[in-house]
């Protein structure tokens, strides 16, 4: 498994994962194996534009946004999830909070499908090996601030 940052579209061409077919209900079915065997690029990531949550004279600024990868087969295995800008411990990180979305439909070895929630939450375990934090703060401009251990004067 490899992931590159997506500039021209030959990747598309150089491809050495086994064929991948379109099923009549619109899935691409992999094994887990498979799945790990497809390199995938970044495709696009974006800021959500909603407003923070007003709380009495405060406002909680919640961050959050998504972004999508694309494999290097034809057809494209496509897989897009949501994330949150999260700070813990004074370290700021983005987490993926909640399952992605997909063409895929994971299959046992034995070639049964694997229910769609269990396949989805597969997918997830293969997006958190992925290296995206850091490729995806840099497509949206977040930076890392270098915290002060001084506290503020009033």
């Excluded at 209900?25 to 887990?32: A, E, F, K, N, V």
């Excluded at 909603?50 to 494999?71: F, V």
């Excluded at 034809?74 to 813990?88: E, R, T």
Aim: aromatic letters at 8%; hydrophobic letters at 35%; glycine letters at 8%.
């Amino acid at each position: 498994m490899t992931q590159t940052e997506s500039g021209n579209n030959d990747w598309l061409h150089r491809s050495s994962a086994p064929a991948l077919t379109v099923s009549d209900d619109g899935y691409i079915r992999l094994t887990w194996s498979m799945l790990l065997g497809l390199d995938f690029s970044h495709l696009t990531s974006g800021l959500d534009e909603e407003p923070g949550q007003l709380r009495d004279a405060a406002t909680t600024t919640l961050i959050s946004g998504y972004t999508e990868w694309i494999s290097n087969t034809w057809p494209a295995v496509s897989i897009g999830w949501d994330w949150l800008l999260d700070m813990h411990d004074r370290k700021v990180s983005l987490r993926r909070i909640n399952d992605p979305r997909s063409n895929i439909l994971l299959q046992r070895d034995d070639g049964r499908d694997c229910p769609s929630a269990c396949s989805a939450w597969q997918t997830g375990r293969f997006v958190d090996r992925l290296d995206w934090i850091s490729l995806v703060g840099r497509h949206i401009g977040i930076v890392i601030p270098a915290f002060s251990r001084q506290r503020p004067t009033c």
